[in-house]
């Protein structure tokens, strides 16, 4: 049964990886928005709000899933995130969005410039 079924029954599920520049995988970088890209089109996700639970399973899902209690953007909370350069959820899994930035306890640990289009002269 595909995960994002169960979690309409109630199951707390997530995706994640392990391959980190591992030989046995192509997909070895780190990206988890990849990985909720791959699972969407392994299978065949294509409503809105199972898309939305792809994403969900890389971010809040997965938190849960690790009880980690200061989880989320509040005050007093541990600041780690990841910018994406996308409007949604839906959006971010379906275009494979690039993160833009990296924050762990509030301090930038990564940027990564945004895409620019040069046009030909």
Known sequence: VPV???LRQGVNCSL?????????????????????????????VGQRDDKIEC???VTQRSAKLLNLDDYGI???KSAD???????????AVAELSP?????????MT?????????WPR
């Not at 980190?20 to 988890?32: A, E, Q, Y």
């Open 74 to 76: 509040e005050v007093g």
């Open 110 to 118: 990564f940027r990564r410039e945004p895409a620019e289009l040069l």
């Open 4 to 6: 994002h079924r169960m």
């Open 55 to 57: 994403f969900n399973m």
């Open 99 to 107: 993160p833009l930035m990296g924050f762990k306890r509030g301090r």
């Open 16 to 44: 994640s990886s392990n391959n980190v520049l591992n030989p046995f995988t192509p997909f070895g970088d780190c990206s988890l928005i990849r990985m909720a890209n791959l699972y969407a089109n392994i299978c065949q």
């Open 81 to 91: 995130l990841v910018v994406i350069d996308n409007v949604d959820q839906e959006s």
